[in-house]
């Protein structure tokens, strides 16, 4: 006996709902209030978008034309230009290159491309480069990242000294940026002390390498915190005084001559500049090699912009800010960068000192005390990462000028220089990318990076969360849609995705033949798959999920401060550092907003963007900012709840001599006097709110009486399923999905109270309400089961009297015949299989029969075969279960003539009950696989004897994927009360 798919009690909704997975096209139908209209056929601008590869611009005009018309066809919305190459990474072949980005024979492929995407009533956007790390080959070594050298120069004062300063060691490029002096104390020369031993040796600050962003930290959003921690002092070391550091850039020429009376003592002068990094493009198509640009410098944007941009936009008039409406910047992976015209000034205006006499830190000496070199290496990043932000809103700015957006991958996982949450704010859709599972990222904590862009969207006030989805690397072709495209989907999903980048969707000239060319990552996703026909199935599940959630006000009750330090990139959901799941939500919050946006309104936090809050979790390493904290002061004292250790200190110089007697101040007017770390837990009321500590927010909040959003019987089902929560008008909304592969029942209790939770399933568009449920508590209890990788929209929209008990929710499925065979099989000749049919006496995987034609073959066949039933089956619910369907698993079926549609996810079960008769039933199963096995049987033959064609390397590693229809394939029904 098995237990699958969705029914209640009612014949009539049996037989409509076991017309699972059948994939009617999408219909595009206006916008409309009418939000079952809207999730049954969703409107074209739900659609998904595909990272559009031009792939070392090698396209055509007739290969831009079938792209765009193939994406209207099969629901997207539009497409992220994107020309780069990597054709030949990983020992792959370069494809040919095609005309280099920006030059005229591109720009009137690129005019091309808008114009049929306008034709077709697409939307683009546009990387503004070939590759990533923006840059390109007109990038002067002025205009690129920089970064601080210097040069030494040691002197014995008193002296007269003039003497021309070496120019520290540079790359093409080199600006003064000031001359000091710093004095040099006899511990610091390791002379001997009066007892004969030696004081310890100077030691930079540790790390100093990341602690300056003079190199990038890392992949994969790292926890950078560990940044704000110092070793301390050895015995007897000591610091160089900020005060006797001696500015001396007045004292030297342009020549580099510096003229100055020496005091007494034994000096080091600093000649400190600025030089380029030499970081340059990465994955650039052919002839757009190049330098990146300075990204903190806005003069250089500016230059790159007039250069490149401009006149591409000029030569599409104005489709740019209709048809082209977005600009795009890629990946953050330039490595360290540290310095750029002007940031002194802006580092006085943001942290209130001067930081010349502290750079003296960076060439590898103490000032004041560790921790004071620390703290300034902090403010440092911070400006920084404050100079980075400004790029991306005078990016902004310059899109605006044509009426269009960004949505720059602005945020990581790279660990550059950044506040990723600032940095979104500047944006118009949150960029963000997550992975399928792949040798190069195989965990969730390397593939998943949505939830820091959909917490700002919700914070700063934007509407669209996307992602490149789908990104591998390794598998070619065989990523299975059900296995690990839609899992890695609903999982970003929860985490508040509403629009899909589907990377990658490579175009390729017919002359480049099939499977054709490819870049070297990314699930391959565009006409050139063998199953693309069927795409139409998983896009619309796709798409309808979207729509909900670009209507929906996601709904949390916490708020995750993430603190002031830089790097700063909040990374996966469950990483959960607020302590929230599983029954509540939350969202990460940026200083900048909790700085200038966040106020009380009776006990509840709230932002402009109309998010509200029950509390404020503090994040644990117990470093705040000054500013930080005089406004959970005020919050506090306003109303507000904030959850969270006693803050230690600010590893910061701001707020000078006196910041630390007013830091202490605050944190014991709020925590109270002494450290509360050895305490369980604890709460105190100051001034109409309260602070609490040692618990997580799930705790505190469950302590104030407030219920889970969303929990669960048992705690196996909390673990084992993930949600998220969204409110449309006055329906609350709710999507639940499976995500390891395992089948769940789950009794689920939901927030809302006295209406009835109606079930919607994205995969078929089809609504019904739950057949059983009751209300405890003021919440709803419902009964769900899933399948491995289902999911469900569980939505609450009309009031119900009281419970009800009007049967299970979901079916059991009986078996009640097998349909066994033999089968014909009838393969492609085309594509190198037999021409006749081949009778499989029983269902067996092509790659292991004997035929070659068979064990290689990749793309469709079809299955035949008769089944006898003795009854009338009219009015019965009935289904074909198909059993196993490899490699990616698609099946078309057809019974008896009627096209039943295409299943693509477990059990592979397709309602027959319109299409079954009495007596003999003739069952025809479409079954298509990837081109991994032909790839490999060509990969033995000549060239002139295979029937693909690709730059792809298929090596010795590469095995057969099991293949085709295994079954066991059975005639299904279910019981009803």
């Not at 979207?546 to 996966?572: R, W």
Request: glycine letters at 10%; charged letters at 20%.
């Amino acid at each position: 006996m098995n237990r699958h798919n969705k029914l209640n009690g009612k014949v009539q909704i049996v037989l409509a709902l076991i017309a699972l997975l059948a994939a009617a096209p999408t219909c595009c139908v206006a916008e409309s209030g009418d939000l079952e209209t809207g999730f049954r056929n969703p409107p074209h601008s739900a659609g998904i978008r595909g990272f559009w590869w031009w792939l070392n611009s090698n396209v055509t005009k007739e290969a831009i034309t079938r792209d765009l018309e193939e994406m209207k066809e099969k629901g997207f919305s539009g497409a992220l230009l994107f020309d780069a190459d990597g054709s030949s990474q990983r020992g792959n072949r370069r494809v040919p290159a095609g005309p280099m980005f920006g030059s005229p024979q591109w720009t009137e492929l690129f005019v091309h491309a808008c114009q049929e995407a306008k034709r077709l009533d697409l939307e683009l956007s546009l990387n503004i480069q070939s590759g990533w790390n923006l840059g390109g080959p007109k990038v002067t070594a002025e205009e690129a990242t920089q970064t601080l050298v210097w040069s030494k120069t040691r002197v014995k004062g008193p002296a007269t000294l003039e003497q021309v300063l070496p120019t520290p060691r540079s790359r093409y490029f080199y600006k003064d940026v000031a001359v000091i002096a710093v004095p040099i104390a006899a511990a610091q020369s390791n002379t001997r002390t009066a007892a004969g031993g030696k004081l310890p040796a100077f030691r930079p600050v540790k790390d100093l390498n990341l602690k300056s962003a003079t190199r990038e930290l890392g992949m994969s959003a790292p926890d950078c915190r560990f940044l704000l921690n110092t070793t301390p002092a050895l015995l007897g070391e000591l610091a160089v005084k900020s005060s006797d550091i001696l500015s001396l850039s007045a004292k030297m020429d342009d020549e580099g001559t510096l003229r100055w009376d020496v005091p007494e003592g034994d000096w080091v002068i600093l000649r400190i500049g600025h030089t380029a990094t030499g970081a340059h493009v990465s994955t650039q198509s052919a002839g757009w090699g190049g330098r990146v640009l300075d990204y903190m410098n806005p003069d250089s944007l500016d230059a790159y912009w007039n250069r490149n941009i401009e006149p591409l936009f000029q030569a599409i008039g104005p489709m740019a800010g209709t048809t082209l409406r977005y600009v795009h910047t890629d990946s953050w992976e330039g490595g360290g960068m540290n310095w750029t015209p002007g940031f002194d000034r802006t580092f006085r205006e943001n942290r209130g000192y001067d930081p010349l006499p502290w750079l003296a830190i960076l060439a590898g000496y103490v000032v004041d005390s560790r921790e004071d070199s620390n703290a300034f290496l902090a403010d440092f990043r911070k400006t920084i990462g404050d100079r980075v932000a400004d790029h991306y809103g005078h990016l902004a700015k310059l899109a605006r000028r044509h009426g269009m957006a960004t949505h720059p991958e602005c945020s990581g996982p790279h660990a550059g220089p950044l506040d990723g949450l600032k940095n979104y704010g500047r944006s118009e859709l949150m960029m963000s990318e997550f992975w399928s599972p792949s040798p190069h990222r195989p965990n969730p904590p390397n593939r998943f990076f949505v939830k820091q862009a959909s917490s700002a969207a919700h914070t700063y006030g934007k509407r669209l969360v996307g992602a490149e989805g789908f990104t591998t690397i390794g598998p070619h072709w065989n990523d299975s849609p059900w296995a690990h495209m839609k899992p890695s989907f609903d999982h970003e999903f929860c985490a508040g995705l509403n629009l899909l980048f589907n990377h990658t969707f490579t175009c390729s000239p017919e002359e480049m033949g099939i499977p054709g060319q490819e870049y070297f990552a990314g699930t391959h996703f565009n006409p050139q798959i063998t199953w693309w026909d069927e795409t139409p199935a998983l896009i619309d599940y796709f798409n309808r999920c979207q729509y909900l959630a670009q209507q929906g006000d996601f709904v949390a009750d916490v708020a995750y401060y993430y603190g002031d330090h830089i790097p700063n990139i909040a990374t996966l959901k469950e990483s959960d550092p607020a302590g929230a799941l599983p029954g509540y939500d939350y969202d990460v919050l940026s200083e900048e907003l909790l700085l200038s946006s966040l106020t009380v309104n009776e006990g509840r936090l709230s932002l402009p963007s109309g998010m509200e809050y029950r509390v404020l979790v503090l994040p644990d390493h117990r470093v705040l900012s000054l500013r930080a904290l005089k406004k959970a002061d005020g919050l506090v004292r306003a109303g507000a709840t904030i959850l969270g250790p006693k803050p230690l200190r600010a590893v910061s110089l701001e707020g000078g001599p006196n910041g630390k007697e007013v830091f202490q101040k605050l944190a014991d007017g709020l925590w109270g006097p002494g450290d509360h770390a050895k305490d369980a837990r604890g709460s105190r009321a100051v001034g109409l709110g309260r602070v609490a500590w040692g618990m997580p927010a799930r705790d505190l909040l469950q302590a104030d009486g407030i219920a889970s959003d969303v929990t669960f019987q048992d705690r196996q089902s909390a673990s084992a399923l993930q949600w998220i929560h969204y409110r449309i008008d006055d329906a609350d909304v709710y999507f639940l999905s499976e995500p390891n592969g395992k089948a769940v029942s789950a009794d689920a209790i939901f927030r809302c109270h006295g209406r009835i939770p109606e079930l919607w399933n994205a995969v078929d568009g089809f609504i019904r309400e739950a057949a059983t449920f009751k209300f405890v508590d003021g919440c709803t209890q419902v009964p769900l089961e899933f399948d491995p990788y289902e999911s469900i929209f569980v939505v609450f929209r009309r009031a119900s009297s009281g419970d009800r008990n009007d049967g299970p929710n979901f079916p059991t499925w009986q078996q009640t015949q097998s349909i066994a065979g033999p089968w014909d099989v009838t393969f492609d000749a085309k594509w190198g299989g037999p021409e006749q049919p081949v009778r499989f006496d029983s269902l067996a995987s092509w790659s292991d029969h004997s035929d070659a034609r068979i064990k290689y073959y990749s793309g469709r066949a079809v299955y035949r075969t008769a089944f006898k039933i003795d009854h009338d089956p009219a009015g019965k619910p009935l289904a074909v279960e198909l059993g196993q369907v490899k490699d990616v698993g698609i099946a078309r079926v057809r019974l008896n003539g009627t096209d039943l549609g295409v299943v693509w996810q477990p059990p592979f079960r397709v309602d027959v009950s319109k299409a079954v008769k009495s007596g003999e039933n003739k069952l025809e199963v479409e079954v298509v696989n990837s081109w991994r096995n032909r790839l490999i049987g060509d990969r033995e033959l000549t060239e002139d004897k295979r029937l693909t064609q690709t730059n792809v390397n298929v090596d010795k590693s590469w095995k057969l994927e099991p293949s085709g229809l295994l079954g066991p394939v059975s005639l299904q029904t279910t019981e009803m009360p």
